[in-house]
Antibody, heavy 119, light 107 residues
Framework: QVQLQQSGPGLVKPSQTLSLTCAIS??????????WSWIRQSPSRGLEWLGR?????????DYAVSVKSRINIKPDTSKNQFSLQLNSVTPEDTALYFC?????????WGQGTLVTVSS | DIQMTQSPSSLSTSVGDRVTITCQAS??????LHWYQQKPGRAPKLLIH???NLKTGVPSRFSGSRSGTDFTFTISSLQPEDIATYYC?????????FGQGTKLEIK
């Protein structure tokens, strides 16, 4: 049974960096068939795909253009997890953040982390 | 980015009703579309993958179909536990994009 466990702070100050981690059990971040994504959800933006990392003989990482200059998704094979860093956050980055596995659809999701950007 | 236009945004329904939700893609995405159900405070749950394939374990009252760039999601006979918000998602080209959601309510 695949499980994704998210961790990270729920409150971040404006201009600082949002950091979240998604620990994987029951699968491997280096899987040759899955991709690992971060998705966020807010009332104003709905469900917004932020990016993905996947391994197919080498690592591939894609980002949404809307956050491309501020985002870093990093797989960690030693801990079987992947992380999200979003720099220079503003109140518009306030959202519920999810990690998820894509195989045939996003079939497993983390529990979600509500991140509020506020001083 | 590919735009997914989902309608209606909300639907007032009764138990036993047939419910239909549509998503239109802004360009050809083949059958690269999934459907999700989301209940308050929970992550989305995958119901249909690749436009018309029911995920294992999902009740057969849920179904999906495709006609060109138009996709339809159907609940044949609404059950009380189906009250939720439903989303489509395309995975043809990154960035993957979601519809705006359809919230089902009980009359």
């Amino acid at each position: 049974q695949v499980q994704l466990q998210q961790s990270g702070p729920g409150l971040v100050k404006p201009s600082q960096t949002l950091s979240l981690t998604c620990a994987i059990s029951g699968d491997s971040v280096s899987s040759n068939s899955a991709a690992w994504s971060w998705i966020r959800q807010s009332p104003s933006r709905g469900l917004e795909w932020l990016g993905r990392a996947y391994y197919r003989s080498r690592w591939y990482i894609d980002y949404a253009v809307s956050v491309k200059s501020r985002i870093n998704i990093k797989p960690d094979t030693s801990k079987n997890q992947f992380s999200l860093q979003l720099n220079s956050v503003t109140p518009e980055d306030t959202a519920l953040y999810f990690c998820a596995r894509m195989l045939a659809g996003y079939d497993y999701w983390g529990q979600g982390t509500l991140v509020t950007v506020s001083s | 980015d590919i735009q997914m236009t989902q309608s209606p945004s909300s639907l007032s329904t009764s138990v036993g009703d047939r419910v239909t939700i549509t998503c239109q893609a802004s360009q050809d995405i083949s059958s690269h579309l999934h459907w999700y159900q989301q209940k308050p405070g929970r992550a989305p749950k995958l119901l249909i993958h690749d436009a018309s394939n029911l995920k294992t374990g999902v009740p057969s009252r849920f179904s999906g179909s495709r006609s060109g760039t138009d996709f339809t999601f159907t609940i044949s006979s609404l059950q009380p536990e189906d009250i939720a918000t439903y989303y489509c998602q395309q995975y043809d080209i990154v960035p993957y994009t979601f519809g705006q959601g359809t919230k089902l309510e009980i009359k």
